[in-house]
């Protein structure tokens, strides 16, 4: 087993732990987790995940139970088991053993690292297939582990050849299930800036984007795919991965465009000398 897990206090291999039934996270879905990764070794933008981390936890009434430096420690203790040059790590935070079901007293923590499963070149090459989904995401600036919207609509997606669903509500895009959306028109460069979850990969793509594009977060609307020259999705797992069809429309010329290229191109640079 290459995997080892720290669950409140204790680190394990992760077939060993054993989560508690009276748990909120299982009796209620009250949990919340982040997932990010390394690269050479090291993890990627590791004080943006912990703020955003935080910023979840906050916003869903639970207490850490450990520092940044406490987790960190946790965090490299991990990886040194996993014998592996770059793994990805899991934080699941929950409500905890609750005495009615209800009340939160001492939240959960669990951290995993887990094998990195990276999108295939041949995806990269040929951009993916979306279908369009009338859904916005309940306290959309948490990473929650809600799901069940994208897991329901597993069928559909294959039904349609598609790889996952970009989300709109009343016109308006958000992200699609676990990334997030942009469009390219011209020399503009245009993301959605509300109802989403702030991904780490999106704040970096904006960053990199500064020195070539005019970057706009802005409410985007379905209306604005007709004329974007380029549509792509970011996520930890993803990076920048080109989408070249969004239910019956197709962007552009169906494939992917030079300017995600050449925005995964900046992106590739910057993790290889992470
Ligand atoms: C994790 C996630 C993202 C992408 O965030 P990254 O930090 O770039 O991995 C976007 N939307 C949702 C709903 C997510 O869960």
């Known amino acids: 087993m290459h995997h080892y897990g720290y669950y409140n206090g204790t680190i394990q291999p992760v077939d060993q732990i054993g989560v508690g039934v009276f748990d909120l996270g299982l009796l209620r879905g009250y949990g919340l987790f982040d997932y990010f990764r390394t690269y050479n070794g090291r993890p990627f933008q590791w004080d943006w995940y912990w703020t955003r981390f935080q910023n979840s936890a906050l916003r869903m009434h639970l207490r850490l139970p450990l520092t940044k430096d406490q987790t960190y420690k946790i965090v490299m203790d991990l990886l040194g088991r996993s014998n592996l040059e770059d793994a990805a790590i899991r934080f699941v935070l929950t409500g905890g053993d609750s005495p009615d079901s209800i009340s939160i007293v001492k939240p959960s923590l669990l951290i995993i690292t887990e094998d990195i499963h990276p999108v295939t070149p041949a995806q990269y090459e040929q951009g993916i297939r979306v279908i369009l989904d009338d859904y916005v995401r309940e306290m959309a600036e948490v990473k929650s582990t809600d799901y069940k919207r994208v897991i329901l609509l597993a069928e559909a997606i294959r039904g349609a050849r598609a790889q996952d669903v970009l989300y709109h509500k009343n016109g308006e895009i958000s992200e699609l299930s676990r990334s997030n959306f942009f469009i390219i028109k011209g020399q503009r460069l245009i993301t959605p800036n509300r109802h989403i979850l702030h991904g780490i990969t999106r704040r970096t793509v904006m960053q990199l984007a500064q020195e070539d594009f005019e970057v706009e977060e802005r409410p ?55």
Do not use: H, N
């Open 220 to 274: 985007v609307l379905l209306s604005d795919l007709y004329d974007a020259d380029e549509a792509f999705t970011t996520s930890t797992t993803k990076k920048v991965l080109p989408i070249v069809e969004i239910g019956d429309l197709t962007i552009g010329e169906g494939k992917p465009g030079p300017k995600s290229k050449y925005l995964l191109e900046r992106f590739d640079e910057l993790v290889e000398s992470w």
